[in-house]
Nanobody, 115 residues
């Protein structure tokens, strides 16, 4: 079992920046995939950015060029730096780990972008 705890969400004006952080209760060094999803009201949960064990990274088109995912395996952390935030970035952001065939989710952190 892996516990994931997100932090760093909040209220920010459009054009601003936030850095989300996720701490895992176990080592993230060998996990297959770690990253971030988000869910806006009335919408399905969607991928934001993921980092794979082989070093590859995938960003959704909606955040590409505005967001950077990074991981610190020594501290069991994954981060999401989001810049130039837009109103449509408003959502609950969830930390995610895929290890073997098991997925783990954090409780989520709210990001609200205001005009």
């Amino acid at each position: 079992q892996v516990q994931l705890v997100e932090s760093g969400g909040g209220l920010v004006q459009a054009g601003g920046s936030l850095r989300l952080a996720c701490r895992a209760s176990r080592s993230t060094f060998n996990v297959n995939t770690i990253g971030w999803y988000r869910q806006a009201p009335g919408k399905q949960r969607e991928l934001v950015a993921i980092s794979r064990r082989d070093g590859s990274i995938t960003y959704s088109d909606s955040v590409k060029g505005r967001s950077t995912i990074s991981r610190d395996n020594g501290e069991n952390m994954v981060y999401l730096q989001m810049d130039n935030l837009k109103l449509e970035d408003t959502a609950v952001y969830y930390c995610y780990i895929l290890h073997g065939r098991t997925t783990y989710w954090g409780q989520g952190t709210q990001v609200t972008v205001s005009s």
